[in-house]
């Protein structure tokens, strides 16, 4: 499976955007999905996760209210939603596929900055 993630930006603080991570194959839906975040000088953050239908996500208290993950799995993607951004939401995001317990396959990461 390959992980193509894009959607990242410049935003102001308060501002949206919408990520997204296409994936190839076509056993997109054979994978659950997460979405990780990692700022400059910081270690990787898990961010959240949706199962394989769809049915249950999972966001990091950090997020939680602010972000929503989905998935079509019609057109192998899965989207990160986030809203009411804060600086501190800075930092390079991560979309990874795992078919059972670790995450197997890694996007290449694209670049959300949140100004004051």
């Known amino acids: 499976v390959q992980l193509q993630a894009s959607g990242g930006g410049l935003v102001q603080a308060g501002g949206s955007l919408r990520l997204s991570c296409a994936a190839s194959g076509r056993t997109f839906n054979s994978y659950a999905m997460g979405w990780f975040r990692q700022a400059p000088g910081k270690e990787r953050e898990f961010v959240g996760r949706i199962s394989r239908s769809g049915g249950s996500t999972y966001v990091a208290d950090s997020v939680k209210g602010r972000f929503t993950i989905s998935r079509d799995n019609a057109k192998n993607t899965v989207y990160l939603q986030m809203n009411s951004l804060k600086p501190e939401d800075t930092a390079v995001y991560y979309c990874?596929?795992?078919?059972?317990?670790?995450?197997?396959?890694w996007g290449q990461g694209t670049l959300v900055t949140v100004s004051s």
């Open positions: 990874a596929a795992g078919a059972d317990g670790p995450w197997d396959y």
